[in-house]
């Protein structure tokens, strides 16, 4: 009798629980994130990637993440998939490589992350050292299809228009033009190589859309001319301008994609960081924003500590805070902190046409 009461309690228990919605993290803003992008929000899919050497799976990274970890993610600490996570009051979701194949649909309903640091929007970008963004919508495919088994249809389409999607990508597709020959800018001059970019993310967006995404939170792309490792290029540690001008005028292309998107799928909501905004402000004005060092990496070896990448036999600075990049291309776990609040909280022209806290409250 007592077995039985026990029993049907639990059955009980597991019907409420389906019902709210997918259990169990009550507090959480959304059921879940979903993140594609590059090592701006690796969480540790490339420690997966036995033939990349694009990793960060070994010390001084991780060194203000909590045990010290190296944990694969390209920072000292926490990246802005793990902040954009926090503020949505949702653990970070996994990296897709670390869910074992042979688990079920629910390891997916929380959220899962399948950005990989080196990806860009093209396959030719870092290919064979990353995931691409193709082939992290391919995954993503594959998630939607055990959702909509485990789930059904209807539950699996409600459950993913209420998450929130995170793109963050384009840095290194146009970190690799910049650094390409001449005589390959002169075929293909920066806007037409902008509007490549932003033709084949309209592809890659739509199939994501396609697959049930209807909340898309676009984190654009910095300054990235300023990153250590192009300023070391410069006689004067100047930020290379072109660039900075390119990162501008892909951030201008997909903001009027998402912006044709959300006209033609009036389901479609979205919401876009100006990240180059928002740090070129940090670099420009350092003391109103707490930085003491806005040209040199933390971690590295030789001029801005530029030259070689932070691997152990580099050294890193004392203060982690007062610092805006980790290494010769990432910010620290500050910076990252900063930039996820202002896209979370903040408005135009830093974020809009609304931003994630608004995203994810419709
Ligand atoms: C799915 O996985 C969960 C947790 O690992 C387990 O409790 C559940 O029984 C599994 N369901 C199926 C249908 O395999
Ligand atoms: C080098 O830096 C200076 C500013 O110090 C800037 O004006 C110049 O455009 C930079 N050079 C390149 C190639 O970007
Ligand atoms: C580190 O830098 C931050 C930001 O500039 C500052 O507030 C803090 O006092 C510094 N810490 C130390 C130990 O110098």
């Given at each position: 009798m007592a077995s039985k009461l026990t029993c049907s309690c639990l059955v009980l228990l597991v019907l409420v629980c389906m019902g709210c919605g997918?259990?169990?993290?009550?507090?959480?803003?959304?059921?879940a994130v979903y993140v594609f992008g590059d090592s701006l929000a690796d969480v540790g899919n490339n420690n997966h990637l036995d033939l990349s050497i694009i990793k960060a799976d070994f010390p001084h990274n991780g060194v203000d993440y909590p045990g010290r970890k190296?944990?694969?993610?390209?920072?000292?600490g926490k990246n802005s998939a793990d902040f954009l996570a926090e503020k949505l009051g949702l653990p970070t979701s996994p990296p897709y490589?670390?869910?074992?194949?042979?688990?079920?649909a629910s390891a997916f309903v929380d959220g899962v992350n399948f950005a990989s640091g080196?990806?860009?929007?093209?396959?030719?970008?870092?290919s064979d050292q990353c995931i691409a963004l193709n082939k992290q919508i391919d995954y993503y495919s594959t998630v939607y299809g055990a959702l909509v088994q485990q789930l059904g249809s209807d539950q699996a389409q409600s459950h993913l228009a209420k998450s929130i999607f995170v793109i963050v990508i384009g840095s290194n597709d146009m970190l690799h033009y910049v650094k390409s020959s001449s005589q390959n800018k002169l075929k293909s001059p920066q806007q037409q190589f902008v509007d490549s970019l932003v033709s084949s993310l309209d592809g890659q967006l739509k199939r994501i859309y396609n697959l049930g995404a209807r909340k898309f939170a676009f984190i654009g792309t910095g300054p990235?001319?300023?990153?250590p490792s192009m300023r070391k290029q410069n006689k004067t540690e100047g930020c290379n301008q072109e660039a900075n001008d390119m990162s501008v005028l892909y951030n201008k292309g997909v903001t009027s994609l998402l912006q044709n998107m959300a006209t033609d799928f009036g389901d479609m909501s979205y919401s876009f960081f100006d990240t180059s905004l928002a740090l070129l402000e940090y670099i420009q004005q350092p003391a109103t924003y707490g930085f003491a060092e806005v040209k040199a990496a933390c971690c590295g070896l030789g001029d801005l500590n530029a030259k070689i990448a932070c691997i152990p036999i580099s050294t890193y600075c004392a203060n982690r805070s007062d610092h805006i990049f980790w290494d010769f291309y990432h910010p620290t776990e500050t910076t990252a902190g900063m930039l996820s609040s202002t896209a979370f909280d903040e408005s135009a022209?830093?974020?809009?046409?609304?931003n994630i806290r608004q995203l994810a409250a419709l």
């Amino acid at each position: 009798m007592a077995s039985k009461l026990t029993c049907s309690c639990l059955v009980l228990l597991v019907l409420v629980c389906m019902g709210c919605g997918i259990c169990c993290y009550g507090e959480g803003m959304v059921p879940a994130v979903y993140v594609f992008g590059d090592s701006l929000a690796d969480v540790g899919n490339n420690n997966h990637l036995d033939l990349s050497i694009i990793k960060a799976d070994f010390p001084h990274n991780g060194v203000d993440y909590p045990g010290r970890k190296a944990t694969g993610r390209f920072g000292n600490g926490k990246n802005s998939a793990d902040f954009l996570a926090e503020k949505l009051g949702l653990p970070t979701s996994p990296p897709y490589l670390s869910i074992s194949s042979n688990s079920n649909a629910s390891a997916f309903v929380d959220g899962v992350n399948f950005a990989s640091g080196g990806a860009g929007v093209l396959d030719s970008t870092n290919s064979d050292q990353c995931i691409a963004l193709n082939k992290q919508i391919d995954y993503y495919s594959t998630v939607y299809g055990a959702l909509v088994q485990q789930l059904g249809s209807d539950q699996a389409q409600s459950h993913l228009a209420k998450s929130i999607f995170v793109i963050v990508i384009g840095s290194n597709d146009m970190l690799h033009y910049v650094k390409s020959s001449s005589q390959n800018k002169l075929k293909s001059p920066q806007q037409q190589f902008v509007d490549s970019l932003v033709s084949s993310l309209d592809g890659q967006l739509k199939r994501i859309y396609n697959l049930g995404a209807r909340k898309f939170a676009f984190i654009g792309t910095g300054p990235i001319g300023c990153c250590p490792s192009m300023r070391k290029q410069n006689k004067t540690e100047g930020c290379n301008q072109e660039a900075n001008d390119m990162s501008v005028l892909y951030n201008k292309g997909v903001t009027s994609l998402l912006q044709n998107m959300a006209t033609d799928f009036g389901d479609m909501s979205y919401s876009f960081f100006d990240t180059s905004l928002a740090l070129l402000e940090y670099i420009q004005q350092p003391a109103t924003y707490g930085f003491a060092e806005v040209k040199a990496a933390c971690c590295g070896l030789g001029d801005l500590n530029a030259k070689i990448a932070c691997i152990p036999i580099s050294t890193y600075c004392a203060n982690r805070s007062d610092h805006i990049f980790w290494d010769f291309y990432h910010p620290t776990e500050t910076t990252a902190g900063m930039l996820s609040s202002t896209a979370f909280d903040e408005s135009a022209p830093y974020v809009y046409p609304m931003n994630i806290r608004q995203l994810a409250a419709l």
